[in-house]
């Protein structure tokens, strides 16, 4: 004998509806998910981007401070009699009165082998 096809069998629905369900569900979920999904994700996004700008500041401010100790501590120096004079020796200044003395290179010697 042969079996009678039965469209109103109930496992037989059930499987129609899970097929109808997933292909309506899940493009209405994949639209749902690039519609709405970068709203709901841009606070977060935005919020990572501001922690990384805010650690990059504050490297920046680190590197600034530390910077100006330097250069304060130069300009101590150089407000002090001996720094100035050392200053302008390193800039080739003279002082009134004082002579200048050039040493000349000597020729480096080759340690080439002729």
Not at 68 to 88: P, V
């Amino acid at each position: 004998m042969a079996r009678k096809r039965d469209k109103d069998h109930p496992r037989r629905r059930r499987s129609a509806f899970y097929i109808l369900l997933a292909v309506v569900l899940v493009p209405f979920l994949a639209f749902c998910f690039v519609r709405f999904g970068s709203k709901i994700c841009k606070p977060f996004v935005l919020c990572w981007q501001m922690r990384n700008e805010v650690r990059e500041i504050e490297a920046e401010n680190a590197r600034l401070k530390r910077e100006n100790k330097e250069l304060a501590a130069k300009r101590d120096q150089l407000k002090t009699k001996a720094g100035a004079i050392a200053e302008a020796r390193k800039l080739g200044l003279v002082r009134k009165g004082e002579k200048v003395v050039v040493e000349e290179a000597q020729p480096q010697k080759s340690t080439e082998h002729d």
